[in-house]
């Protein structure tokens, strides 16, 4: 047995790692916790969650089916991302490890912290997988890809169990050649191009790498998150100039697709337009992408083992 095998955290890690694989996740780093808090704002690393974490578990799981990515984006806005499966993985993932080695851990909320208004997270995730080695920032408002599978969400957990860490990726799926190629003709990458209240900007350098990245997510928020509408809707209703208008405003389309998507659950609040995500030739190019991809190359792994 090697000294690695033998190592009771290396078996940890692989037990951890055939445990997110079998509820649906496909990809899983782990980073240090110190690693993590010296990076994050002060007051969002990870022991300000659970003093004593020792180690960050990220997780991934896959983003849309091909059938999603080639419908609308009002299609998109309620069902463009999948994080219902993170909640099967990764909570499921705290159970299991206190369950199996005794140590305190914890599902890292994907939520707002409530002290900080709407737009501030508990923890960011997305630092945690980019540390952890499975995401990559890009230029379409550092949505983290992955080279195999394009778009992932992501989800963390917390532990006092010193497991040992991965690495940030060696280098960034994005941008790909293809957007280089357009940049250099246009000016734009095909996420900037295509974002249709124009959130994306940014540039490239001489050697075809990220320069310089902006988003202005107020843009995307708006039109994606709504999260100021009841607010909106109130304030217009009280100034509006006549009963008809006002009855337009409070019990019209706009208020009751708010209440519908406010009432039918958290997935159908958060989701996207996807646009940028729909033109990204990672997202919908990689070897992996979608479960089409996904069937197609574990058959052709099963035949070539047969
Ligand atoms: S989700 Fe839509 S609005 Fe937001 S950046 Fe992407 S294309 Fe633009
Ligand atoms: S389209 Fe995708 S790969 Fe290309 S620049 Fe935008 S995010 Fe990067």
């Not at 110190?34 to 990870?46: K, L, N, Q």
């Not at 508990?122 to 990559?136: F, T, V, Y």
């Amino acid at each position: 047995m090697t000294a690695q095998a033998d190592n009771p955290m290396e078996q940890a890690k692989a037990a951890i790692k055939a445990y997110v694989l079998s509820r649906g996740a496909v990809a899983v780093g782990i980073i240090d916790a110190d690693t993590v808090e010296r990076i994050a704002p002060p007051g969002f690393g990870p022991k300000a969650l659970l003093p004593q974490a020792r180690s960050v578990i990220a997780i991934g799981v896959p983003g849309c089916t091909r059938g999603t990515w080639r419908s609308t984006a009002k299609v998109m806005t309620f069902i463009g991302n999948s994080v219902g499966p993170i909640y099967r993985a990764a909570f499921g993932l705290s159970f299991f490890l206190e369950q199996t080695y005794g140590q305190p851990s914890l599902f890292v909320p994907p939520h707002i912290d409530p002290e900080y208004g709407n737009r501030i997270p508990l923890q960011s995730l997305k630092l945690h997988a980019e540390l952890a080695g499975i995401g990559a920032r890009s230029l379409a408002g550092d949505i983290l890809l992955h080279p195999e599978f394009g778009l992932l969400y992501y989800g963390s957990v917390l532990t006092e169990m010193d497991l040992p860490p991965d690495r940030p990726m060696d280098s960034n799926p994005c941008p790909s050649p293809a957007c280089v190629k357009l940049y250099r003709a246009e000016g734009q990458t095909p996420c900037q191009k295509f974002c249709p209240v124009e959130c994306l900007s940014g540039s490239l350098d001489e050697a075809g790498q990220i320069d310089e990245m902006v988003c202005d997510m107020y843009r995307c928020a708006e039109m994606c998150q709504r999260y100021e509408t009841m607010g909106d809707l109130i304030h217009d209703g009280i100034v509006a100039p006549t009963e008809l208008d006002r009855e337009e405003i409070l019990y019209g389309a706009e208020a009751q697709g708010f209440l519908y998507r406010v009432t039918s659950g958290i997935g159908a609040t958060h989701a996207q337009c996807f646009e940028c995500m729909r033109a990204c030739p990672v997202v919908t190019g990689a070897p992996l992408a979608d479960p089409i991809r996904m069937g197609e190359a574990k058959r052709k792994a099963a035949k070539a083992k047969a």
